[in-house]
């Protein structure tokens, strides 16, 4: 593909940053507080994604079986997760550096687009929230119904794969771009959602204490851990700067992995 027609490569970035959304950029993931307080709960949430961990049952089921346990109307969901989600505190400052210096950031949510552009909207405020790319899921009716009434509404797949939303088909065209357009990627991620495009980029952060860093380890995917986007933005700086280089983080990361014996929750 071509790089004139591929979204982010519109100013010729030389660096390009993907992200998740959902426990990424937020402090909470949206779709775990619609399930665990308007839904079936934690306990079986949990257990669904220890299932998908383990191989015993796919992402694009797992997932839809939570989010349809979720009967209160969709403009009510949204209502109520304006309220209770927050932005990881460091996230804007990253934002605000990323749109100075040319770095476009792409939102990959294994969420839905509506939820994902109303935070970010709620959050950042319209100009920000409205110019960002977001690849994600979407919402449609359920059984002739309005998406606000009770229960109807139900998830719409990106795609026909076992993610629901494979992220790594989003993030290969420019993996594939010739060495001299191709920019340098980077991608952020916590959970199971995350696992297609885990090694699709240069350098991988995985977020401390989630199901992302497990599935490195059995993987042997390389990444460098964050707890929130101090780090990140930190990290970005100096290898914008030259100071460091992404195989030089890379390699910093699976050293510290396994010296500190890091499992997802974050004990040895």
Not at 23 to 45: A, E, F, H, P, V
Not at 157 to 186: V, W
């Amino acid at each position: 593909m071509a790089a004139s027609i591929l979204p982010a490569m519109k100013t010729n970035p030389k660096y390009i940053f993907f992200t998740d959304f959902d426990g990424t950029i937020t402090q909470k993931d949206s779709n775990d507080y619609m399930t665990d307080n308007l839904g079936y709960g934690q306990i079986k949430r949990k257990q669904g994604n220890r299932d998908v961990l383990d191989g015993k049952m796919t992402f694009r089921d797992s997932f839809r079986e939570m989010l349809d346990s979720v009967k209160t109307p969709f403009d009510e969901c949204i209502k109520i997760l304006q309220e209770a989600i927050k932005l990881d505190p460091y996230f804007k400052e990253f934002y605000e550096y990323a749109r100075q210096n040319n770095i476009p950031v792409v939102v990959l949510s294994g969420g839905m687009t509506p939820i994902v552009r109303g935070l970010l909207v709620h959050l950042l405020g319209e100009e920000h929230g409205n110019e960002m790319q977001i690849v994600s899921n979407d919402v449609g009716p359920r059984d002739g119904k309005s998406i606000n009434e009770e229960g109807g509404w139900q998830i719409v797949y990106h795609d026909d794969t076992h993610f629901g939303h494979d992220k790594s088909l989003e993030i290969r065209p420019y993996a594939n771009l010739p060495a001299d357009q191709r920019p340098t990627m980077f991608y952020a991620g916590d959970g199971v959602s995350d696992f297609s495009a885990a090694s699709e980029t240069d350098l991988l952060f995985a977020k401390k204490g989630h199901d992302l860093i497990t599935y490195c380890l059995r993987d042997g995917t390389p990444f460098t851990v964050f707890e929130d986007w101090s780090s990140i933005l930190a990290t970005v700086k100096d290898i914008v700067a030259g100071k460091t280089t992404v195989q030089e983080v890379s390699a910093a990361g699976a050293k510290e992995a396994k010296a500190n014996g890091i499992v997802a929750n974050g004990r040895a």
